[in-house]
């Protein structure tokens, strides 16, 4: 976040019209902002200790399991709390843990972090008034301990030119933060596991492959680090974001090149895509997870994508950037994240 408006992309014009200063935070803001990070580091630290440590398997709470259906009301949130305690407790025995926690908390979130100040620094550029990050944290034991971070703009675009440069200003970042950490996750796989039944599998994206194939390096059944995980899940809300529809990244993108009636054709392509991956998914790898991807895209297809002032086409340094845009999608995305063997 530290890059300043002097340093943004070149492909950035010089707006046609008379620039507006945009707010600054508040100091009330940046603690908001700062305490919703920090809370999201604690999240994400416990989740990547439940993603890299194997010693913390097993830890079940002793709990008696009720004996009707109106003692789970008070049974589900006592077995989640102790535990949670027994992972916080192991982790304290075993301070290496902690270590490997705190590694994936902070490669996670330096990719979200820069995917955000894409956005905020290419809205500043164009005068657009936009928020600091909101980083999301979720309960500890949530795969990534946080539903994401998101910038939310307090005033209209622009012009197209400017909507893509905003849409496209975050993925591409948080791409190239992502690129050296998928690197050291590849790296430090370690020996490969042997198959267990009920086994959740996380699927390599194209990227991970590429890398992997380049290095000599054998994905299939390896251990990840901490490394290995953030990587994964930062290019998978890449590619998610990266989808043809409503507002995501990537409906601002498709929006901005192609305009009103192509992006919602796409938008609607890309739905029924991702519904039959759910489908194939759910029959091929035992996973329901393209479930909830064809839920979120169903939103926000619904979610009408306001115009932008300036309606004139995007110029061909943007189309250039466009296919680089495509290209980023392509490595990120994959079909089948997980697999339930």
């Known amino acids: 976040m530290s890059e300043t408006i002097r340093n943004a992309p070149l492909f950035i014009d010089a707006p046609p019209y008379p620039a507006r200063r945009t707010a600054r935070p508040t100091a009330r803001e940046w603690r908001r902002h700062t305490m919703l990070f920090l809370l999201t580091m604690v999240t994400a630290t416990i989740a990547g200790i439940t993603l890299v440590s194997t010693s913390a398997d097993g830890l079940e709470p002793n709990i008696a399991e009720p004996t009707n259906w109106l003692g789970y009301i008070f049974y589900v949130p006592e077995y989640y709390v102790k535990q949670v305690g027994l992972i916080i407790s192991q982790a304290v025995a075993h301070p290496s843990l902690i270590a490997q926690g705190v590694t994936f908390a902070g490669a996670l979130l330096a990719i979200l972090t820069a995917h955000e100040a894409g956005h905020y620094i290419a809205c500043r550029r164009y005068g657009v008034d936009a928020t600091l990050p ?162 979120l895209l169903a939103v926000m297809l619904r979610v009408r994508h306001p115009q932008a002032e300036d309606d004139r086409p995007l110029d061909r340094a943007r189309l250039i950037v466009a296919l680089i845009t495509l290209l980023v999608f392509a490595l990120s995305f994959t079909p089948f994240p997980v697999s339930i063997t």
Do not use: C
């Not at 948080?174 to 796989?189: E, H, K, R």
């Not at 009920?198 to 990227?207: M, V």
């Not at 390896?222 to 990537?250: R, Y």
């Open 134 to 295: 909101f980083f999301i944290p979720a309960p500890p034991l949530f795969i990534a301990g946080t539903f994401g971070a998101f910038i939310k703009i307090k005033s209209p675009i622009p012009s197209r030119r400017a909507l893509f440069d905003i849409g496209v200003a975050g993925p591409l970042a948080g791409f190239v933060v992502a690129l050296p950490i998928a690197l050291l996750g590849i790296l430090t796989l370690q020996a490969p596991l042997p198959p267990t039944e009920g086994a959740i599998i996380l699927n390599d994206p194209p990227l991970f492959r590429l890398m992997a194939s380049a290095l000599g390096v054998e994905l299939v059944n390896a251990q990840g680090g901490p490394f290995h995980f953030a990587a994964w899940i930062g290019l998978l809300v890449t590619g998610l974001n990266l989808m043809p529809v409503g507002q995501l990244d990537g409906g601002h993108a498709t929006y901005a090149v192609f305009g009103t009636h192509a992006h919602k054709r796409l938008g609607q392509a890309a739905f029924v895509a991702v519904a039959t991956l759910a489908v194939l998914g759910w029959l091929w790898h035992s996973s329901p997870s393209g479930f909830l991807y064809t839920v």
